[in-house]
């Protein structure tokens, strides 16, 4: 399977509170999750990723969980700030033919209002 | 290492056209894929090159065609422009050694093609 299911579509929270995006996956196969952030008008940037031998993994403000029976990952950013409104796209690569496929999650516009 | 470029960052053409992008590859990577953004479909995978071959492709019409150079270099040509070609798109690359599924894409700025 291809899917990747990505929640919420929309997240408004105050600064100062936590965010959690959550992302669903089909493919068993799946061993790396990457996420980006997309600012207006920008590339998508890579902000943290997990490989499956790990449960989590944090950068600062950012950490990111995986569930690999459950086939879920999510980002959690704490002590949010306005700097962390953007759109949010998970991504799930998995093994395809000796390559890889890519499939994106649809994104979660954050917005982190002062 | 320098990072991903697209050129033009920019195009407006008309209905019936065809355009041509280009995106350079960060020094080392082989694989490039092309991806199209709207607001309502997200980012939708065209295709992916790899050494000069198309390894993967998404479901998109054959009006949709791309190639890759020997110098890992990538180009996206959409002939027959819709008005609904009308998208950002965006280019990652990757060193595209990784056969498990575990490489990190890294993106273009983009190129916003607008059909009038």
């Known amino acids: 399977g291809e899917n990747v299911e990505q929640h919420p579509s929309t997240l408004s929270v105050q600064e100062g509170d936590s965010a959690v995006i959550k992302c669903t996956y089909s493919d068993s196969a799946s061993n790396y999750f990457p996420w980006y952030k997309q600012e207006l008008g920008k590339r998508p940037q890579l902000i943290i990723d997990i490989r499956s031998n790990v449960g989590e993994k944090k950068d600062q403000r950012i950490a990111v969980t995986l569930n690999k029976t459950a086939k879920h990952f999510s980002l959690h950013i704490t002590e949010t700030q306005p700097e962390d409104s953007a759109v949010y796209f998970c991504?799930?690569?998995?093994?395809?033919?000796?390559?890889?496929?890519?499939?994106f999650g649809t994104g979660t516009k954050l917005q982190v209002i002062p | 290492k320098a990072g991903v470029t697209q050129t033009p960052r920019y195009l407006i053409k008309t209905r019936g056209q065809q355009v041509t992008l280009s995106c350079s590859p960060i020094?080392?990577?082989?694989?490039v894929s092309w991806y199209q953004q709207t607001p309502g479909q997200g980012l939708q995978f065209l295709f992916e090159?790899?050494?000069?071959?198309?390894?993967n492709k998404g479901n998109f019409p054959g009006r949709f065609s791309g190639r890759q150079f020997s110098n890992s270099r990538s180009e996206m040509n959409v002939s027959t422009l819709e008005l609904g070609d009308s998208a950002l798109y965006l280019c990652?690359?990757?060193?595209?050694?990784?056969?498990?599924?575990?490489?990190?894409?890294?993106f273009g700025p983009g190129t916003r093609l607008t059909v009038l």
């Open positions: 020094s080392g990577h082989r694989s």
């Open positions: 990652a690359s990757s060193p595209g050694l990784a056969g498990g599924g575990t490489d990190t894409q890294y």
């Open positions: 991504a799930n690569p998995r093994p395809s033919g000796g390559y890889q496929k890519v499939t």
């Open positions: 090159y790899f050494s000069e071959t198309q390894r």
